[in-house]
């Protein structure tokens, strides 16, 4: 079969995809499969990032590319994925196998990698298989997310080849101040003020005033949590953490804190709904954090702070979404839904540094 035959019918996804380009590039690089692509499909990738499931003979890759409308540092994000993901091989951490990077934009427009197609499902709304009918299954995907994040804690920066991957000198005096002057940029949009999100002042003194004792650097992911894992279909586990863009170095902790803003628990503030459904069956917050205590072997007497911190972080970067519907870059209702995430955020770190 020739290439234009190969090619004949597939959708280039409104330029997104440069099918003789990326069949040249494809045939000079070692990856499964043979001769040209035959089959591909979109696959739910984020709002920054197009992800594509490419079939190549017997076999099947998966390729992730920044969006055609690319922002000043969307390659080198691209790069930086494709090289933790390659750093990560042999490692205890789940993860879909690297297969090759490009480098080059003019191949398809931008800079992308191959990676391993991962089985199974990302978590959201109504679980799928087993885990809407087994509790035993909806525990264990608690417990796979925790040994995940200890997984990735355990990874030596250095000895993976990422120790200039972020900025690790006095990474937790700095949080506060970092994430605090991402909120106040926010003022310059017309119509967002900064004070509307609650308790960031009260929060932000807790977390400047009680620094962690057991301060450690390692890699973190950023984003953990259902959205970015993979689960299997087949058994209660991890298929594969994905979503790697905001990988940086600091201390591991933050990744378990941004696993407990996620979930759900009897005595939350009120506004909030779990993530996925049904919830029964899931662990506690307190389950979760002595399993990360035993897989990573680390005291949980500064896990306050963290997850505190999480939720401040987070807050402060959700409202970067709010600002925009101010400016009518976002549907006003998706605005308001996030800020009122935001504000619960809040609202449960007042929790947490209340005790």
């Given amino acids: ?14 330029g997104l995809i440069d099918w003789p380009h990326l069949n040249e ?21 984020g709002l920054q990032n197009n992800v594509f499931l490419l079939e190549r003979g017997a076999d099947a ?30 490692s205890a951490v789940p993860h879909p196998d690297f297969y090759a990077v490009c480098e080059d934009p003019a191949v398809i427009g931008a800079c992308f990698y191959l990676m391993e ?34 997984a990735l804690a355990a990874v030596d920066p250095q000895a993976a080849g990422l120790s200039d991957l972020g900025k690790p000198d006095d990474w937790h005096a700095r949080q506060v101040s970092r994430w605090r002057s991402q909120l ?48 299997s279909l087949k058994a209660p586990r991890i298929s594969g953490v994905i979503d790697w863009e905001l990988t940086t170095l600091g201390d591991p902790m933050l990744d378990l804190g941004w696993i407990l803003t996620s979930w759900w628990e009897e005595g939350d503030p009120p506004g909030k709904k779990p993530l996925v459904t049904p919830w029964d069956g ?18 949980m007497a500064d896990l306050p702070w963290f997850f505190a911190l999480a939720c401040y972080k987070l807050a402060c970067l ?24 935001a504000s619960w955020l809040m609202t449960k770190g007042r929790q947490i540094i209340a005790g």
């Fill in 1 to 14: 079969m020739s290439v234009d035959t190969a090619q004949a019918g597939l959708d280039d996804f409104g």
């Fill in 25 to 45: 590039w494809i045939a000079g690089q070692d990856l499964p499969g043979t001769g040209p692509v035959t089959g591909v499909r979109k696959l739910k990738g």
């Fill in 61 to 90: 890759l998966v390729l992730r590319r920044p969006s055609k409308h690319l922002r000043p540092n969307s390659n080198d994000t691209m790069l930086r994925e494709a090289r933790v993901l390659r750093a990560l091989a042999g």
């Fill in 117 to 150: 197609p991962l089985e199974g499902f990302a978590p959201m709304g109504k679980l799928q298989g087993d885990y809407e009918t087994d509790v035993s299954w909806r525990a264990a995907m608690g417990d796979e997310l925790v040994r995940a994040a200890a």
């Fill in 184 to 231: 106040e940029g926010y003022a310059a949009t017309p119509g967002y003020d900064p004070k509307a999100l609650p308790h960031v002042d009260e929060v932000g003194r807790w977390l400047s005033d009680n620094l962690p004792g057991d301060r450690r650097i390692g890699l973190i992911h950023g984003d953990l949590q259902f959205a970015n894992v993979m689960f």
């Fill in 282 to 299: 899931f662990r506690s917050r307190a389950e979760l954090v002595d399993l990360y205590a035993e897989a990573a072997g680390r005291s």
């Fill in 318 to 341: 959700l409202e970067g979404t709010y600002a925009a519907s101010k400016a009518g870059k976002v549907p006003a209702e998706v605005g308001e839904s996030v800020h009122g995430y």
